[in-house]
């Protein structure tokens, strides 16, 4: 069974970039798809960007051209790189791993989750 352990949040000022990272240790890491979401206090979970074991990328059009989505197949590790971060991008944010692509909004996988804190 996959376990992820998301990190790297923090505090970043408007305008400024933070990376994520997900460790997702096991033998199978490369043939799963994995993706972030999102949770901001008193909202759902969103969906946020997505890679499959290829390397095809998904994002949510609120990050396009902002977040960009890698994986490292070779360390097991997945990352999003935020830059030009808004107040908005506040949120709880969340490593998750499935089989399925396109990336299905129900992972079967998550991680713990990361704190990230934009201020204006």
């Known amino acids: 069974q996959a376990q992820l352990v998301d990190s790297g949040g923090g505090l970043a000022q408007a305008g400024g970039s933070l990376r994520l990272s997900c460790a997702a240790p096991?033998?199978?890491?490369?043939?799963?798809?994995m993706g972030w979401f999102r949770q901001a206090p008193g909202k759902e979970r969103d969906f946020v960007a997505a890679i499959s074991w290829s390397g095809v990328r998904s994002y949510a059009e609120s990050v396009k051209g902002r977040f960009t989505i890698s994986r490292d197949n070779a360390k097991n590790m997945v990352y999003l790189h935020m830059n030009s971060l808004k107040p908005e991008d506040t949120a709880v944010y969340y490593c998750?791993?499935?089989?399925?692509?396109?990336?299905?909004?129900?992972?079967?996988?998550w991680g713990q989750g990361t704190q990230v804190n934009v201020s204006s």
């Open positions: 096991g033998r199978t890491f490369s043939t799963y798809a």
């Open positions: 998750a791993a499935d089989r399925l692509w396109p990336f299905t909004l129900r992972p079967g996988y």
